[in-house]
């Protein structure tokens, strides 16, 4: 019954990975994609300059 169950928890563990890895991977694309959308799409400043969309 304990090897069963360690199978069981080693899968459990392994999906869990799995799914988290496949949502960094996600995250990896949909990041840069937003920044390129802000960095292109960006309002325009005061006196016609293009302003920057960040605070640094």
């Known amino acids: ?3 069963l169950l360690l199978v069981l928890l080693l899968a459990l563990v392994l999906f869990g990975a799995g799914f988290a ?3 960094l991977w996600w ?4 990041v840069p994609a937003v920044w390129l959308l802000g960095f292109l799409i960006r309002p325009a400043a005061t006196g016609g300059r293009r302003s920057r ?3 640094w």
């Open 1 to 3: 019954m304990v090897p």
């Open 21 to 23: 890895l496949e949502a």
């Open 27 to 30: 995250i990896a694309v949909i």
């Open 53 to 55: 969309w960040y605070r």
